[in-house]
């Protein structure tokens, strides 16, 4: 789904599109008594950054009332509320609930986007009746002071839904009216969200209730092209660590490749001060705050350019080969002597660094002049692979990721600034991931030299792990060992031959056309799901629990997984695939939900 935006010059309009990505927040709805008078509020600092609970479109005629005001910085009459119009059996947007379907967007100043069409269209059964404040800018601005909103909304006997928005400022009007038939047998709901706005008074069973303060972070957003498939971003600039990001792009089986132009502030000469990647999943790409649950948002990896892993390095790193970087300069570094005092190693520490810092100053000089950045990344079932080179120095990182959750990845740095950042469709052939070489030429060493981590040098301060901790990020070790033993040019004679690198099964259930991770049936209803792999191997599911067996019945045959509701509650059913001679063994688990 695409957002799609309405630059208004008094009755005129000029269209344009940005990227807005799915959303799904894992929630419990309020259930508290709508007479209690009782209100919450939305801060709306860009699209989509929270949105409500659904209300539910009944025959009774209902009205919703609530106000609104839009930031002094907004310029464009879209940063004002919007109704997010939909059927869902669970009432939450953009759920994934298979019964989920999205008929329209309701903006503030009238525009309309349902079904891909803004207008009229008899063969969707949609009718859409607007009318515009007579002055947009002023109108705009009244919105400002305050803006107050009222939705009428009510269905008919044919499941005929009609929603009236109107919204009033100073002298200003504006009325959109959105009629539909929605499918046979689904309820139809209205959420409320907006941008660049704060909306007050909306009654509290309308809010969502996180198990964390839920906190989203401002971030730059992307826009993407469906002509070519590509994602480009404004200039990311980051001044201070962990202040800027670009918003996050889905990481897909479809190999995605990269690139950037990246400025180091001149003022500095630490390698640390470079771009850096955060690899996480969250509910709708964005990046949040700690206090947020983990089943909301999680970071998996945060590697900086000089190859340091910041968050992840116990599951990314070179011991576990997860981690294989290329190009860090090599540096001869002193041990401490036997006996040595704090004085003397300090000084053997100011020495080793001193080395380290000369070693990497082309490096940090190239990212000072700008250079540019290049990358791939891909999915491959419950692993991220992602590539990065930044003028020579680069890593290939395999990042273990949840199961079920859309993966996303952004960048961020620390004083340094990211232009022309574009993701597009990677060829299906490409050179060799950095870290993926051959044997390093003699003399050289592929590993960082004992003493050359690219963790800041004793005595300076780091960065702290994003969003996760005030403490800096570890530094080199206290005792510098000799040098490196250098590389063999060939492999030795008795080398054995590498064993065959098996490919990574993907196990995909579908409830119908669409895939799914988790289901809800209702008791004494059954939900049939098809189960395939890409390997081809022989499928099984695990036998539930005496517990679990009291909430689901479960059955499979010739990969045909049928639950059937028995009581409420929720089970998970892990689903395996076989290893064969050219696939690894894979698992997948499917929630289940279980509603009377």
């Known amino acids: 789904m695409r957002k799609t935006k309405l630059l208004a010059i008094a009755m005129a309009a000029v269209v344009g599109m940005s990227s807005v990505p799915a959303v ?31 209300k539910k ?77 007579s002055d947009f800018a002023k109108w705009l601005e009244a919105c400002k002071k305050e803006g107050k909103a009222t939705v009428e909304y ?67 957003a992307g826009t993407y092209s469906d002509t070519d498939k590509t994602t480009t971003f404004g200039q990311v600039k980051c001044d201070g660590w962990w202040t800027n990001w670009s918003n996050g792009v889905e990481i897909t089986e479809d190999a995605q490749k990269f690139s950037f132009k990246t400025t180091t502030n001149e003022s500095t000469d630490l390698r640390w001060n470079t771009p850096t990647t955060v690899v996480f999943t969250s509910v709708d790409g964005g990046l949040y705050k700690p206090t947020t649950s983990k089943n909301l948002y999680k970071e998996y990896s945060v590697i900086r350019s000089d190859c340091f892993v910041i968050t992840g390095a116990d599951t990314v790193n070179e011991t576990s080969g997860s981690l294989k970087t290329t190009g860090i300069p090599t540096v001869e570094t002193k041990a401490y002597p036997d006996g040595a005092n704090a004085d003397e190693k300090k000084a053997i520490d100011d020495e080793n660094n001193a080395k380290i810092t000369e070693a990497w100053k082309p490096w940090v000089d190239a990212n000072k002049a700008g250079t540019e950045v290049t990358g791939t990344v891909k999915r491959e079932g419950n692993k991220v692979i992602l590539t990065y080179l930044n003028n020579g120095i680069g890593y290939t990182a395999t990042i273990p990721v949840e199961e079920g959750k859309k993966a996303y990845l952004s960048l961020t740095g620390e004083q340094c600034t990211i232009d022309n950042l574009k993701f597009a469709p990677a060829p299906a052939e490409s050179t060799p991931a950095p870290g993926t070489e051959a044997t ?33 990020a570890p530094k080199p070790s206290a005792t510098p060992t000799a040098k490196p033993t250098v590389a063999p040019t060939k492999k030795p004679s008795n080398t054995k031959k590498p064993a065959k690198k098996l490919k990574s099964a993907t196990i995909t259930v579908k409830n119908g ?15 049939k799901l098809a189960v395939s792999v890409n390997s081809k191997a022989k499928l099984s599911v695990a036998k539930l629990s005496k517990k679990n067996a009291k909430i689901a019945k479960v059955t499979f045959k010739k990969n045909k997984l049928t639950i059937k509701g028995l009581k409420k509650g929720k089970v998970s059913i892990k689903i395996t695939s076989k290893k064969t001679s050219k696939y690894k063994a894979a698992t997948k688990k499917i929630k289940v939900t279980v509603k009377k």
Request: charged fraction near 20%.
């Open 154 to 220: 009510q269905k008919d006997s044919s499941n005929k839904v009609t929603i009236k928005y109107t919204v009033v400022a100073g002298d200003y009007t504006s009325v959109s009216e959105f009629s539909f038939i929605a499918d046979e047998g689904k309820e139809t709901y209205f959420a409320v969200t907006g941008e660049l706005c704060t909306i007050s008074g909306l009654p509290i069973d309308m809010k969502m209730e996180l198990s964390n303060e839920q906190t989203r972070l401002k971030s730059v």
């Open 57 to 133: 479109v009944t025959t009774d005629k209902q009205t919703l009332n609530f106000t609104f005001k839009t930031y002094e910085t907004a310029t464009s009459n879209w940063d004002t509320p919007v109704l997010l119009v939909y059927t869902s059996d669970d009432g939450i947007y953009e759920s994934k609930n298979t019964n989920y379907k999205h008929y329209a967007n309701v903006r503030s100043d009238c525009w309309v986007d349902a079904e891909g069409t803004t207008e009229t269209d008899a063969s969707k059964n949609i009718t859409i009746n607007k009318t515009y404040p």
């Open 440 to 472: 390093p030429a003699p003399g050289t060493s592929a590993t960082p030299a004992p003493g050359t981590s690219a963790a800041p040098a004793p005595g300076t301060s780091a960065k702290p792990a994003p969003g996760t901790s005030t403490e800096p």
């Open 24 to 54: 799904y927040r894992d929630v419990v709805v309020a259930q508290a008594d709508e007479t209690t008078g009782e209100t919450f509020s939305l801060d709306e600092p860009n699209y989509l950054a929270a949105y409500t609970a659904g």
């Open 513 to 527: 056309k669409k895939k799914v991770s988790s289901v809800t049936v209702k008791t004494k209803k059954s939900v």
